[in-house]
């Protein structure tokens, strides 16, 4: 059982899908999408409406930081849940009102299906339906105290990947990080060449 949850897991998509997004939010809603990338996940969907600064952002550090993330925009909310539920995905929302991550066994129900997963976050009140089977399969609680899309996306990658995610490598990267005590270390891999900042 142990072996094959580790299988599914370096198989597993996780896709983000940001429902709502105010013009304040654009900085919120820029960090979710790094978060994604950098803890592991496929993707990420802003649905309904298009930001090009914010693709632009994420495009540029994939591009020099390496790894094949993808951004998506601009499509519907409801065409999304449609599609990945076509294609036997299935969906989480993360809400302070849902099953508790530390208190109930909903994680494990969650690896129980070895599919791929659609994590939903909002930016505001989401709608009553959110809660539903129509869309959510799961309703999960990073604790039940409301704080922030960020931190509850990053406890959750952390949570099913189990920490593994903090050690992967990126490929194509153009930069990386030479973790230091002290030093800024970043490589340069187009000139063979260290940098330090
Ligand atoms: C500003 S909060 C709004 C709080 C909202 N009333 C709720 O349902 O959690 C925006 C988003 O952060 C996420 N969030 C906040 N607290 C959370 C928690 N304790 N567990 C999981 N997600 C949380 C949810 O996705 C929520 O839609």
């Not at 495009?59 to 449609?82: A, L, Q």
């Not at 990267?173 to 270390?185: E, H």
């Amino acid at each position: 059982m142990r072996l094959q949850i580790y299988k599914w897991l370096s198989r597993l998509k996780i896709y983000i899908l940001r429902w709502g997004h105010r013009q304040r939010d654009y900085r919120v809603t820029s960090h979710i999408a790094l978060t994604a990338r950098a803890l592991g996940a496929s993707g990420f969907i802003l649905a309904d409406l298009k930001d090009f600064s914010i693709q632009k952002t994420i495009e540029k550090i994939t591009k020099n930081w390496g790894g094949t993330f993808n951004f998506s925009m601009g499509i519907p909310f409801k065409n999304v849940v449609n599609e990945w539920r076509k294609n036997n995905g299935i969906i989480v929302h993360l809400t302070a009102y849902g099953e508790n991550i530390e208190t109930s066994d909903i994680l494990n129900r969650i690896k129980s299906h070895k599919k791929d997963i659609m994590l939903i976050v909002g930016s505001k009140k989401v709608p009553s339906r959110f809660y539903s089977e129509r869309i959510s399969d799961y309703n999960l609680a990073i604790g039940n105290q409301p704080h922030s899309e960020i931190a509850a996306l990053a406890v959750f990658l952390d949570r099913i990947y189990e920490g593994k995610e903090l050690s992967k490598t990126f490929q194509n990267a153009k930069l990386k990080i030479l973790p230091s005590k002290r030093r800024k270390t970043i490589i340069e891999s187009d000139q063979n060449r260290d940098k330090n900042c």
